[in-house]
């Protein structure tokens, strides 16, 4: 049996979920308890894990959690795992970029040469 703690501060209730987020896609994942603890991801009881909400524009994905017995299962760690890996790997190809618009105002900027004895 896993017997980890709420990451919270100050909480020290039993951890029954995990959450895990992609931050280059602004997507948080709450499922099931890990099987070992990772950099990056925080273990939850299951008050903070109810109470727990995200930024506004971030997608919270929520896993079914098992209340009678918190330990993961292989199935919902290759899911949560696949879920993640699938963002990752997605490639969107990039938007056409316009042209630019040439204007006829100087700018403000100008370009100075070398001087002759410094030229290559």
Not at 14 to 43: C, H, I, K, M, Q
Not at 68 to 85: F, T
Request: proline share 10%; hydrophobic share 40%; charged share 25%.
């Amino acid at each position: 049996m896993i017997s980890r703690r709420c990451s919270k501060a100050g909480c020290s209730a039993p951890a029954v979920a995990t959450l895990t987020y992609v931050y280059a896609d602004s997507t948080a994942v709450v499922g099931p308890l890990a099987l070992r603890a990772e950099p990056g991801n925080y273990d939850l009881c299951k008050a903070h894990c109810n109470r727990l909400s995200t930024p506004r524009g971030w997608e919270l994905i929520r896993l079914p959690l098992d209340a009678e017995n918190p330990r993961p299962s292989a199935d919902d760690l290759v899911a949560l795992a696949d879920a993640v890996r699938e963002v990752g790997f997605r490639y969107d190809a990039p938007q056409p970029v316009a042209a630019p618009v040439l204007s006829h105002r100087k700018g403000h900027l100008g370009v100075v040469a070398d001087p002759p004895s410094r030229r290559r």
